[in-house]
């Protein structure tokens, strides 16, 4: 059972006011490069946007300006009131039929002219995402574009109102992910006559009067983060075993089963979480490969420190795995191998920097600093018995790093 006063305690924590962001940077880097303002169009799921404006809009495209520390957000029709929710200036919505280039183009021209005039200087930074025709309206009102990655360098570390909420959705990613452990400590085994004669019943968990499936367990899951005030954002996942045809998702005793949560509260800050639990473990290849994950993910974590490189705590990662007998290459092409990105970024986007430069295409700045959300995951898959993962989601300090979750951890789950 969940005590509901926490419940309630934590909810309250949840849809508390939004991080407030201080946009002033944007000033430093418009003035460091002689430009007029700074633009940034795009829709819902535009995290610089976001960070920029704290509104959640759709998936329709709108605009972002900001002239001589003047604010103005442009959003769709039908949206005023929603976006001045979480905007703290002025929500313009003159024009709403035009394109938010256009719309963008006629409030710069009216900041930065003021009589009607151009502005001395055609400049304005964009974000290198800006879409292409948003930039075609400014160009033809006589703007010079020039790309600027102010916003995506002010994301990569935290705010302290940022770390809270992010700490507020991981405390729901691991009451979710403990409402799954319980469900499996919960199971009881099927048909022991099954087991004796080899049947395809043979190990079966039943739960509730019926088989365990990884759609319980995920459904489980989410049911508990929605009463913790967080979206599941469609990233639960439930690995069982190996997943074969014969098993299909079933649990079964001595399988590994994966739990990873990514869920997203109301602010739009993400958690990330991963846990294995194995049901009546025989000791064999899923202990060993518990044994490995746990002992690379706290090598990692001893690496975590103020001016440490993001390739060092990957490094550190994969060394470990390899020193148990592991591919650090964390699976070998079976059902449940997929690619796992060891040491990323969380915030307002599920990964985002700093990332590994093994996990991007284009070179990245991968250096730690204080603020910087980070979450390690090692893992290992074998085609015959599966996956086993585990993570913890932390934040840099100057004394090294802060657990943003309670870390408790279990091979066996436990009630």
Aim: with cysteine; net charge negative; aromatic share 6%.
């Amino acid at each position: 059972m969940t005590d509901d006063s926490e419940a309630s305690e934590f909810q309250n924590a949840a849809v508390s006011a939004p991080p407030a962001v201080d946009r002033s940077f944007l000033d430093d880097i418009i003035d460091e490069r002689g430009a007029t303002g700074f633009v940034a169009v795009g829709g819902g799921t535009e995290f610089d946007l976001r960070y920029l404006t704290g509104f959640d809009g759709p998936s329709d495209p709108y605009a972002y300006v900001r002239v001589g520390g003047a604010d103005v957000l442009c959003p769709p029709g039908g949206y005023a009131d929603r976006a001045a929710r979480g905007f703290g200036g002025r929500i313009g919505t003159e024009r709403l039929t035009d394109h938010p280039g256009k719309r963008a183009a006629a409030i710069l021209d009216e900041l930065s002219g003021g009589d009607g005039n151009k502005p001395d200087s055609g400049v304005v930074l964009v974000p290198p995402t800006i879409p292409h025709d948003a930039a075609v309206y400014l160009e033809r009102a006589g703007y010079e574009l020039r790309s600027t990655t102010a916003v995506a360098d002010a994301r990569a570390t935290k705010r302290e109102t940022e770390i809270d909420a992010i700490r507020a959705v991981q405390q729901a990613a691991e009451r979710g992910v403990r409402r799954g452990e319980r469900v499996l400590a919960a199971a009881e085994f099927g048909d022991r006559d099954a087991d004796e004669h080899g049947s395809e019943d043979a190990g079966k968990l039943l739960w509730n009067g019926a088989p365990l499936t990884a759609e319980r367990l995920r459904r489980e899951i989410n049911v508990e983060l929605a009463r913790r005030g967080v979206s599941d954002a469609g990233n639960t996942n439930v690995a069982v075993g190996s997943a074969d045809e014969e098993t299909g998702d079933v649990v079964h005793r001595g399988e590994a089963v994966v739990l990873d949560v990514a869920p997203r509260g109301p602010h739009g800050y993400h958690g990330h979480l991963s846990r294995t639990f194995v049901v009546d473990s025989d000791g064999g290849w899923e202990r060993r490969a518990y044994v490995a994950c746990e002992a690379a993910l706290d090598a990692a974590l001893g690496e975590v420190q103020v001016g440490a490189d993001v390739d060092d705590v990957r490094r550190e990662t994969t060394a470990e795995l390899a020193a148990f007998g592991f591919d650090p290459g964390g699976g070998d092409g079976g059902p449940n191998s997929k690619i796992v990105e060891t040491v990323h970024g969380v915030g307002l986007a599920r990964r985002e920097r700093p990332r590994s430069r093994a996990s991007v295409t284009r070179s990245s700045e991968a250096t730690l600093e204080p603020g910087v959300v980070l979450a390690v995951t090692p893992s290992v898959t074998d085609s015959d018995s599966g996956s086993v993962r585990l993570s913890e989601l932390v934040v840099v300090s100057e004394d090294g790093y802060e657990p943003l979750g309670d870390g408790s951890r279990s091979f066996t789950p436990r009630e």
